[in-house]
């Protein structure tokens, strides 16, 4: 965290849990009325006490702290802008905080952060959320696809940033609206107000479509759409898709179960719990190495045997990426006494890499890439195997009009293929 009393910008931060790092001792030496936060995902780089976030420069009258969610792809090139050699840089996100400041450090008079921005911000390419705060200001950007979510909410006497709309009803603030994409917004003592410096070319909003399939919290709300809802559509289209017979609908802890709940409605197969999720681990999907993430499989889920002996079970999951997770609950499911293990997945197969932010850097790392399907479901054991269509996936989300990023499902990037050779010389993510 950095909190602002308008003076002196204090940053905390540390490896580990957000619980392991602050306590209340911690937090009561960050006194102020401005803060920014943040729990650095890594992608590309390592996870190290260097590469935490915020990130803190001292340009300025009183320095700018940044946070970063998301992966820049021209990151050679920044550097070299910047005059920093490969590796300099703890991260893309640490880039970013040097260009501002150098550029802090050779304007004079009234030019502040919000103005260096507008020089700054245009030279970035790839996905990016920011938020990004001086003595007395708080400002928030999105690239101009609008890959990463940031929204906007309203306190009795102040202002919020976050990325999902529930860290807002948490602290009782009131949901304002989302961020556009290209959109930068300064908040200072006057309120918000709304800055455009990107090219209007360059505006083309494509969220990234896991958002509603695992990303984001089922309570969180994504161009006007309730998740939850959305995920639930996905297992009533799925078993119109793929029926099955079977004695029991149950869904993979915890982004599986809504599209469960669809599929048992829609099946008229009776839903019911098989897993029960162990809810102080964490999220298996970014471990950092296969081992990591098959050990945190096994810790995170553990089987319902009575519920689950001798029946022919439809399993619901919202994804698969490397396969880890999906074979050790097929495995589960079966020394638990399961007769049969039909697996669905509420998203088409995830078959190219993501240079925005998300963690599946290569092709060489995702099963469906260089599989079909009935060789995938060989893979993790199961009886049958079917996804999701892509066309039934944006029938269930139900976003008209509104712009996705789909590159991990279909190789569509919305930047140039010419530059995301550039991505894997990346130092680092936010």
């Known amino acids: 965290m950095a909190v602002s009393d308008g003076e002196t910008i204090t940053v ?98 009234e030019a502040g952060l919000a103005e260096v921005l507008v020089q700054v911000l245009p030279q970035l390419e790839g996905g990016f959320s ?95 759409k309730e998740v939850h809802g959305a995920r639930r559509r996905m297992g009533e289209l799925l078993a119109q898709q793929a029926p099955v017979e079977a004695d029991m609908v149950m869904g993979v802890p915890e982004s599986g179960g809504p599209a469960a709940e669809g599929y048992a409605r829609a099946s008229g197969i009776p839903f019911g719990q098989g897993l029960v999720k162990n809810r102080y681990i964490w999220r298996t999907f970014i471990a950092p190495t296969p081992e990591a993430r098959a050990v945190g499989v096994r810790r995170k889920l553990n089987p319902l045997r009575e519920n689950i002996a001798g029946k022919r079970l439809v399993v619901v999951d919202d994804s698969l990426v490397r396969g880890t997770t999906q074979r050790s609950v097929v495995s589960l499911l079966r020394s638990a006494g399961a007769r049969e ?16 932010g998300i963690d599946i850097p290569s092709r060489d790392e995702l099963v469906a890439a260089s599989r079909t399907v009935e060789e995938v479901g060989q893979l993790v054991g199961a009886d049958s195997i079917a996804y999701l269509t892509l066309e039934n996936l944006m029938r269930a989300i139900g976003a008209e009009g509104e712009g996705f990023c789909t590159a991990c499902l279909t190789g569509d990037y919305p930047v140039a293929p010419a530059r995301q050779g550039r991505a894997l010389q990346a130092t680092g993510s936010g």
């Open 12 to 109: 905390l931060k540390d490896m580990g849990l957000v619980t392991n790092v602050f306590d209340e001792a911690s937090l009561a030496c960050l006194d102020g009325f401005l803060a920014i936060g943040h729990t650095r995902y890594s992608t590309f780089g390592s996870s190290t006490w260097r590469s935490a976030q915020p990130v803190y420069r001292p340009a300025g009258p009183a320095g700018f702290a940044l946070g970063h969610n998301g992966q820049l792809t021209n990151t050679e090139e920044l550097s070299q802008r910047a005059g920093m050699l490969p590796g300099m840089a703890a991260s893309d996100s640490d880039l970013v905080a040097e260009l501002v400041g150098q550029a802090l450090s050779a304007v004079s008079g």
């Open 130 to 224: 920011l938020v990004l705060m001086d003595a007395n200001s708080l400002i928030g950007v999105r690239d101009p696809n609008g890959l990463r979510p940031l929204c906007l909410g309203r306190l009795r006497n102040g202002w919020v940033l976050a990325s999902e709309t529930p860290a807002l009803d948490v602290i009782g603030a009131e949901f304002e609206r989302e961020l556009d994409p290209g959109e930068m917004l300064v908040i200072g003592p006057d309120g918000p107000a709304s800055h455009h410096p990107f090219d209007a070319v360059r505006v083309d909003p494509r969220l990234c479509v896991l958002e509603f399939v695992y990303f984001a919290r089922p309570d969180a709300r994504l161009y006007g």
């Open 341 to 356: 293990v039909h697996l669905r997945l509420s998203c088409p197969p995830l078959r190219w890499p993501c240079y925005y």
